[in-house]
C-alpha cells in the first residue's frame, strides 16, 4: 500500500504526533496505512540478550513491564518523561521513532543503548542501527515503502547506573533539552560511558569525546565536570521558539553533570 501511493501515503500508529500534525495542516498525507489491527507488531521478548519489542507495542504497555523494568531500566525511566497518561496510552515505541521529532526521549534513549530496529519493504528486511536512523528532524533512513517493525535494544548489565535529566518547560512538554546517561563498571575503578542528547541538536546524538573523558579518567567530581564541559562543546544546539542555542549548550553541561552524577549513584 506504501508503494501504491508512491511516497504519498503515512503509516498511522498511536497518532500521537501525525494527528496534530493533520489537525494543523502539517501534513496531508494522500493516505493512511493504519497499522492498529496488526497484532504481530505488539510483544516484548529477550533473545540472546537482546530485548525485541514490536513496534505498536504501547508505551503504556512499556512502562509497566517486568521485563522491561528489569532489563531496560533507562526505557523504563524514558518512558516517565514522555507526555501524559493519554499520550503512552496511545503512544507506540515505533511510531516515536519513526517520527524522528528531536525532543523525544526515545530516539535518545536508542542512542544511549546503542540500539537498533527492524524495517521491513515488499521484498525484504534489514536493521538499521541507531546511529544510521535518523537523518534530520522528523527524517529517518528509513524508504518510502518500508515499515519500522521492530527495536532491538541490548539488555543492560544488573550493575549498570543509568539516569535521564530533562529540561522544560512543563511536565509532558517536548524537552528543551535532555541527557541519559548509562554507566558500567568494568572494574579497578573504570566504567564504560554512554551519553546521549535529545531536545538539543537536530537530532539524538551519542556524546563519545565526552564519554571518553568519563572512561578514561573514572567518576570523581572534577571529570564529571570535564566531561559536561566537552559535551557542551560537541552539540551543534538549535534556536528557536523556547529557547537560544546559547542556553541550550549551557542546559547541556549542566544537565550532563547531574545525569552522570545520578547514574554513578546507581552503579551495582
Known amino acids: 500500500m506504501l508503494r501504491r501511493y508512491d511516497g504519498e501515503a503515512r503509516v498511522l500508529a498511536g497518532g500521537q504526533s501525525l494527528v496534530p500534525m493533520m489537525n494543523f495542516r502539517l501534513a496531508a498525507p494522500a493516505a493512511i496505512v493504519d497499522l492498529n489491527r496488526v497484532a504481530g507488531l505488539a510483544y516484548i521478548e529477550e533473545e540472546a540478550g537482546v530485548v525485541c519489542i514490536g513496534a505498536m507495542t504501547r508505551q503504556r504497555t512499556l512502562e509497566f513491564s517486568p521485563l522491561v523494568a528489569e532489563r531496560l531500566p533507562l526505557l523504563r525511566e524514558a518512558i516517565g518523561w514522555i507526555g501524559h497518561l493519554p499520550t503512552r496510552t496511545r503512544g507506540t515505541i515505533g511510531g516515536s521513532l519513526a517520527n524522528a521529532d528531536p525532543a523525544a526521549e526515545l530516539p535518545m534513549v536508542l542512542q544511549a ?156
Open 113 to 268: 543503548l546503542d540500539g537498533e530496529v527492524v524495517a521491513r519493504g515488499p521484498e525484504a528486511e534489514r536493521r538499521i542501527a541507531a546511529a544510521d536512523l535518523f537523518e534530520a528532524p522528523l527524517t529517518t533512513s528509513l524508504a518510502p515503502d518500508e515499515v519500522l517493525a521492530e527495536v532491538r535494544l541490548p539488555a543492560m548489565r544488573a550493575t549498570a547506573g543509568c539516569a535521564i535529566e530533562e529540561f522544560a518547560r512543563r511536565h509532558g512538554d517536548f524537552a528543551i533539552a535532555a541527557i541519559a546517561a548509562v554507566l558500567v563498571p568494568e572494574g579497578d575503578g573504570k566504567v564504560s560511558a554512554r551519553l546521549a542528547t535529545a531536545g538539543i541538536g537536530p537530532v539524538p546524538v551519542r556524546l563519545r569525546e565526552a564519554e571518553a573523558i568519563l572512561e578514561q579518567r573514572g567518576l570523581a567530581a572534577d571529570a564529571i565536570a570535564a566531561a559536561a564541559a566537552k559535551a557542551a562543546e560537541l552539540v551543534e544546539p538549535l534556536t528557536d521558539n523556547n529557547a537560544s542555542a546559547d542556553f541550550r549548550r549551557h542546559l547541556t553541561a549542566v544537565l550532563t553533570r547531574r545525569a552522570v552524577t545520578a547514574a554513578a549513584q546507581r552503579l551495582g
